[in-house]
């Protein structure tokens, strides 16, 4: 049976082409994905991510699981109110899921997991909990909307408590604050700035209803995909899974790996990737010709074995296409990308394409 977020009727209301997103029904868009998108990089949007899995971690013996089960250190949250991102690997480094992990308390961590492998990381974090005298609360009750765009933040204002502005007001990216019983983190996955807000799924249908009536654009998965993929955001699935470690997905930002007797999950086979190179690496595409490359398509490197297009679409702010690429790790500047029979030139790039609203 297909999932509803507590917003599924103010999307249909909305006029929302619904579809099944790993089984959810949510929003591919409102009507223009094109006007969904520009709102987010020239004003502002509001996405309904109720479908994510919120996951509380608590207990005394929070910290020194996470420390083992997530390939970043949670001891880099310097104080309570700090977020990072991180990768959770399995014993062979290929990766399980990514995350963003939130200290609320110093007994108290938060994760947010996706929703295409909820059911896979919730066994996995349960059976690697044991012995870390841990308590796991999955939050069912709670929903969750992300507000994003330049004007975000100045906009939401309008229609929070005093308390709840006083309280946001000086958080930096990657901060996060309970109020009450709702919570904010300046957190998202479009490549702007703005606040991902967690509160009990009874009291979500007045907040979107205030924040569409000031005029902040409701958004549907097809502008998220676009978003993120522009801001160089990758979408498990499709851009890493397990079958790929986070060396070979340019995340080895997302890997804390001092001190060495830490010893987190997968810690061990990615070292010796690490030793012996990795062969393939994760690239940026921009299509030179015209045509739209997409997940799945062969990618021709000169001299190399073929590539693999993970993630591609049209970018509204670029007005030309763009996607990720899995290619051998010699792969120099150029390549052909195969679309519909045809080989079309793409320039290798860095996997960003803009930021904060402008091409890079």
């Known amino acids: 049976m297909v999932a509803r977020t507590p917003l599924f009727l103010a999307h249909q209301s909305a006029g929302a082409l619904m579809v099944n997103f790993h089984g ?36 005394a013996g929070g910290r020194q699981f996470l420390r083992h089960l997530l390939t970043n250190d949670v001891d880099q949250l310097q104080h309570t109110g700090k977020a990072l991102y991180t990768c959770m690997c399995n014993e062979y480094g290929g990766i399980i899921d990514d995350l963003i992990v939130y200290q609320r308390a110093p007994d108290n961590y938060r994760l ?6 909820r059911e896979h990381d919730l066994a996995w974090i349960r059976s690697k909990s044991e012995g870390f005298g841990v308590g796991l ?13 330049p004007q975000a933040i100045p906009k939401l204002n309008q229609i929070l408590t005093p308390a709840q502005v006083d309280a946001i007001s000086t958080l930096t990216q990657f901060e996060c604050v309970d109020i009450d019983d ?39 998965l097809g502008a998220r995909d676009t978003l993120r993929l522009e801001a160089g955001m990758m979408l498990y699935g499709q851009d890493m899974d397990e079958t790929t470690t986070p060396l070979e ?57 073929n590539g693999v297009i993970t993630s591609g679409t049209y970018s509204p702010t670029l007005e030309q296409s763009i996607a990720f690429a899995r290619v051998p790790v010699a792969t120099a500047d150029t390549v052909e990308v195969e679309i519909r029979g045809k080989l079309l030139r793409a320039r290798v790039t860095k996997p960003r394409f803009v930021k904060h609203g402008k091409p890079l």
């Open 24 to 59: 959810w029904e949510m929003p591919l868009h409102y009507g223009s994905q094109l006007n969904e998108h520009h709102a987010v990089r020239r004003d502002a949007g509001v996405f309904d991510v109720s479908h994510m899995t919120i996951l509380d971690i608590l207990g």
């Open 112 to 117: 947010i997991l996706n929703s295409a492998t």
């Open 137 to 149: 609360q999955e939050r069912n009750e709670l929903a969750m909307l992300a507000v994003q765009g």
């Open 182 to 220: 709702w919570f904010f983190a300046r957190t998202g996955y479009t490549g702007e700035d703005g606040f991902e807000i967690v509160l009990p799924a009874s009291q979500i249908n007045t907040l979107w209803n205030s924040i569409i009536e000031i005029g902040i654009t409701p958004c549907g």
């Open 249 to 305: 997905s340019g995340l080895n930002w997302a890997i804390k790996w001092t001190p060495e007797d830490r010893d987190f999950i997968g810690m061990g086979a990615m070292l010796s990737q690490k030793a012996q190179g990795i062969t393939r690496k994760l690239v940026g595409l921009v299509l030179e010709d015209r045509g739209i490359m997409r997940s799945g398509q062969t990618v021709i490197v000169p001299g190399q074995a």
